[in-house]
Nanobody, 123 residues
Framework: QVQLVESGGGLVQAGGSLRLSCAASGRTFSSYHMGWFRQAPGKEREFVAAITWSGNIYYADSVKGRFTISRDNAKNTVYLQMNSLKPEDTAIYYC?????????????????WGQGTQVTVSS
């Protein structure tokens, strides 16, 4: 069982930056693939970024070059550094953990979810 708690969301102007954190419970954090997803009002939850247990990193095309995912296994924490934010980045951001053998950007492959943190980017 893994519990995830996100923090770091807020209101920022376009072009600004935010860093999201996701703290995980459990002693097996390092064995999970960790992902960030987001959901805007009226839209499906979509993949943002992921980092595998071995450190491979993947991004959605819409955030590539602006967002950076990282993890600190000693602190059981995964981060999402978001730079050059745009109004279209406005959404609730969710942290998720996948115990599958292979990485996936499909939300159905993730077993545990945080409660989400709101990110609002004003124009």
């Amino acid at each position: 069982q893994v519990q995830l708690v996100e923090s770091g969301g807020g209101l920022v102007q376009a072009g600004g930056s935010l860093r999201l954190s996701c703290a995980a419970s459990g002693r097996t954090f390092s064995s999970y693939h960790m992902g960030w997803f987001r959901q805007a009002p009226g839209k499906e939850r979509e993949f943002v970024a992921a980092i595998t247990w071995s450190g491979n990193i993947y991004y959605a095309d819409s955030v590539k070059g602006r967002f950076t995912i990282s993890r600190d296994n000693a602190k059981n924490t995964v981060y999402l550094q978001m730079n050059s934010l745009k109004p279209e980045d406005t959404a609730i951001y969710y942290c998720a953990a996948s115990g599958r053998i292979y990485y996936s950007d499909n939300k159905d492959a993730y077993d545990y979810w945080g409660q989400g943190t709101q990110v609002t980017v004003s124009s």
